[in-house]
């Protein structure tokens, strides 16, 4: 049976810092309040408690997983919620010790006592465990287990998967590998053809089009807000936003009015190395600032790698002509191909896979996008994906204080630049050059990621997070 994943599954737009530490737990949330509601009345619930396990005690509080949680049960959509909101919310729970459970339902709860930190138990299904426990009116008790296991994809305890935003259905073009996705290609399709004859089994192709323009949006909506936005990021790190004032550097000191204006500006510096190159740079910074500050962002495919595919789509768009809806769909159509095969093949969560499953997986995805955008074979395009997860393997993830903020930020700069190098490579390359293909690379990701210590899977147990001075890591 082959796992149906869209391009909406694997770019969701949410809220930062972490798509499977405060997304997947958020979405876990409310999807318990409909289990809840399919089952009892919400009003007679009379009390919550929610257990955290494994990596999500561990760096839960730097992740905001119990915001995210809170938010949940108070039945905020991700999605839409007003980010300038969220803070007021939560220091409303903590002063009145009281949650509107799903806007209908005021229940007591003290956010330190009922939602409980477990550092040093996990459960066996995957490290991103949470466990709801609920009290009901009559005295009955329930208990419902979800595991957030990457990209903000949640699946429930029992066998009940709620990981796809969208309902099952039977693909014309079933794809579980790289070497599927070729052997479909071979009919003349490219890349994004086969994906987007996918989506109609879910959609119409207008809406989907509309759907993917959305998801752009808000990537370039983000940049911008990112490049324009100084100050510090929340945490106890102290660490200060770059893009703001990289961004003024590379304007010399121009002013713009709008998202438009900024654009035609960038384009008129040219396509200098140097320059081309402190701008993705600064993309990639931009996006990641926002993340760590709770900002609006689309998980691409996980939170923490958020800034890679945004940065190399505005490079596409800034200084490769790529600046066309239908050119912009096709590049995001590709790259959420790539990520599904890397989903259903090793993982996307750091979790699970270190750092290699996040701004490897992102990287890859980019790369392959980016290959096939300019005017790259689907070989080529493949080729390209491999080169650059295969130059992210063995990445762990050691993220300071348990903030996704050093060395999280920086790497995806660096992710976004090996994906262009690797797109570079491969158009340079004959079709038939690659010696190592796309699902060798995916399974050497996952066999390395089975053999990395658990210490430097998003723990904060090992790597920079415990070779910092104690002054920065204390938060």
């Known amino acids: 049976m082959h796992e149906a994943i869209s391009v909406f599954d694997i770019f969701k737009i949410g809220v930062g810092p972490s798509s499977s530490h405060t997304l997947g737990p958020w979405r876990a ?4 309040l409909k289990d809840v509601e399919q089952k009892n009345d919400i009003k007679q619930v009379k009390k919550m408690q929610v257990l955290l396990y494994g990596s999500l005690a561990k760096t839960g509080h730097g992740h905001g997983t119990d915001i995210a949680v809170m938010m949940g049960l108070c039945g905020e959509d991700p999605e839409t919620i007003d980010v300038n909101t969220i803070v007021p919310k939560i220091e409303t729970i903590k002063a009145n010790k009281t949650l509107l459970l799903h806007g209908k339902k005021a229940i007591p709860f003290e956010p330190a006592a009922d939602i409980v930190f477990l ?6 299904y995957h490290p991103n465990g949470m466990t709801f426990l609920i009290t009901m009116e009559d005295g009955k008790e329930m208990a419902s287990t979800y595991y957030s296991i990457g990209g903000g994809f949640i699946v429930q305890e029992g066998g009940a998967a709620a990981a796809n935003n969208q309902p099952a259905v039977d693909l014309p073009f079933p794809i579980d590998t790289a070497q599927d996705l070729l052997s479909w290609c071979m009919k003349g399709l490219s ?3 086969v994906v987007l004859e996918n989506e109609l089994a879910w959609r119409s192709e207008e809406a989907t089009r509309k759907g993917v323009l959305h998801i752009w949006e808000t990537m370039r909506d983000c940049i911008y807000r990112g490049c324009h936005t100084q100050g510090e990021l929340p945490g106890g790190l102290k660490v200060k936003r770059r893009a703001f004032d990289l961004n003024k550097k590379l304007m010399n000191g121009m002013t ?5 204006d900024w654009l035609q500006k960038i384009r008129a510096g040219g396509n200098a190395f140097q320059y081309t190159l402190d701008w993705v740079s600064c993309f990639a910074l931009a996006v990641n600032e926002e993340n760590a500050a709770f ?8 939170n923490g790698a958020a800034g890679v595919i945004p940065a190399v789509l505005q490079y596409f768009v800034c200084f490769c002509n790529g600046n066309e809806p239908d050119k912009i769909i096709r590049f995001l159509l590709t790259a959420a191909e790539i990520g599904s095969i890397f989903k259903k093949g090793a993982t996307i969560s750091a979790a699970m896979g270190g750092c290699q ?3 490897g997986v992102s990287s890859a995805m980019a790369a392959g996008a980016l290959t096939e955008s300019l005017g790259g074979s689907q070989r080529q395009a493949l080729m390209a994906a491999e080169i650059a997860m295969e130059h992210h393997l063995g990445l762990t993830c050691d993220p300071i204080g348990g903030l996704v903020q050093i060395p999280c930020i920086e790497r995806n700069t660096m992710g976004a630049i ?3 190098t690797a797109s570079q490579l491969a158009l340079q390359s004959a079709p038939d050059f690659a010696k190592v293909s796309l699902d060798k690379v995916i399974k050497t990701m996952w066999d390395t990621a089975l053999d990395m210590n658990s210490k430097y899977k ?18």
Do not use: F, W
């Open 191 to 193: 890349i994004s053809d």
């Open 458 to 475: 998003e723990t904060s147990d090992g790597g920079l997070a415990v070779h910092v001075p104690l002054s920065l890591s204390e938060c």
């Open 295 to 302: 900002g609006r962002v689309v998980t691409a495919p996980t």
């Open 418 to 420: 090996k994906a262009i």
């Open 29 to 32: 949330a409310l999807q318990c």
């Open 256 to 260: 713009d009015a709008n998202y438009d």
């Open 357 to 359: 499953a996040e701004i």
């Open 119 to 124: 550092k040093n138990e996990s459960l066996p």
